[in-house]
C-alpha cells in the first residue's frame, strides 16, 4: 500500500530510508515498526513547499515500498517547482545554441528590412497626411476601422492569463481610435501655425499608431499566411507574454521616434519642391534606427519563441513522466 501524502511533498523525501529516517529540519524520527508516524515540521522549507510547511505521513505495514513512491512524488514536484523557477526567469536559462544563433539571424534580417519598411511607410503616411485632405481623411477612417478590429479581436478572445496584455494592446487601441479622430480634423491652417515643437507631440501619436497598426497587421497576415500554408496547427509567429511586450516596446519605440524626427525636422512646412529633400532627409536619419530596432526585436522575438518551445516542452515532459509514474 505504500504511504499517503497528506500535504505537499519536498525535496527532502529522497533522503527517506526503508528502515530509519529523520528529517533535515525535523525534530522526531520516524519509526517503522508503528502503524502511524509522527508529524515531520519542516521550518526552513517555505520555498520549497506551496501551500503548506508541514509534511504527514501514515505508514503501513507495507513500509518498504514506500521510498519508492516518496522519490517519485518528489521528481514531480521539483520537476513543477523548476517549471516555475523558468517561467519567472523569462527564459533566459536558453543556452546559445547553433539553432538560436542561426534563426536568430534571419529573424534579425527580416526584423531589420521590416524596421527600414516600417520608417518609409511612417514618414510617407505623415507626410501625405500633413498636406492632402483627402488622405488625412482616407488615414483617419483607415486609423478608426483598425482600432475597431483591434477591439473586437480583443474582446473575442478573453482569458484570464492574458488579462493584462489585453487591457495593454486595449489602451494602444484607443490610440489608434484616436489618431484616426486626430487626422480626420487635420487642417493645414492651424497645423503650419504651429512651431515644431508643438507639432512634435502629434506627429508622436500618429507615429506610434501608424507603427502599431502596421505591426499589428502584418502579424496577422503572416499568422494566417503560416496557418493557412502549415495548417492549423502551426503555432503563431507571436503567442507568448514576452514575445508580446517585446514587440509593443519596439513598436513604440520606433513610431515615437519617427513622428518625433519628422516633427522636428518640419517636413510637412516646407515647399512643395523641397518637400522630397525633406522628406529623403527624415528618411536617412530613420533608415539606420528602424533597421537597428528591427533587428534587435527579430533576435529578441526568436529568443522568446524558443524559451516558450523549451517551457511547453518541459511542461509537457512533466505531465507524461506524471502519467507513467501513477499507473
Known sequence: MGIQLAFPYCNILPNLTP?????????????RKKDECNMIHCKTLKSECTKSNTLSYRAVKSVHSYPIECIKRCKFAKMDMEIKEFDKLSGFRIQ????????????AIVGMILGIMCSLIVNCTLVEVSLSKFFSMYFGILFIVVGLIIFWRLNANVT???????????????????????????????????????????????????????TFSLIDLINYLIGFIQGSITRPLIESVAQVYLILLFTITMGGIFGFIFGLLDVED??????????????NCCFPLGAVLGGIAGFGNEFFRQQSEAYKMGKTKKQIISMEGYK
Open 19 to 31: 528502515f530509519y529516517t529523520e528529517s533535515r529540519c525535523g525534530k522526531k524520527k520516524f519509526n
Open 96 to 107: 546559445c545554441t547553433k539553432d538560436l544563433i542561426f534563426k536568430g539571424s534571419i529573424s
Open 160 to 214: 484570464d492569463e492574458a488579462e493584462n496584455r489585453r487591457n495593454q494592446l486595449m489602451i494602444l487601441a484607443a490610440l489608434i481610435v484616436f489618431s484616426g479622430v486626430l487626422c480626420l480634423f487635420f487642417d493645414r491652417t492651424w497645423l503650419f501655425s504651429l512651431s515644431p515643437l508643438s507639432k512634435v507631440p502629434i506627429y508622436c501619436v500618429l507615429g506610434i499608431s501608424i507603427s502599431f497598426a502596421l
Open 270 to 283: 516646407e515647399s512643395s519642391h523641397h518637400i522630397r529633400l525633406a522628406l529623403m532627409k527624415a528618411e
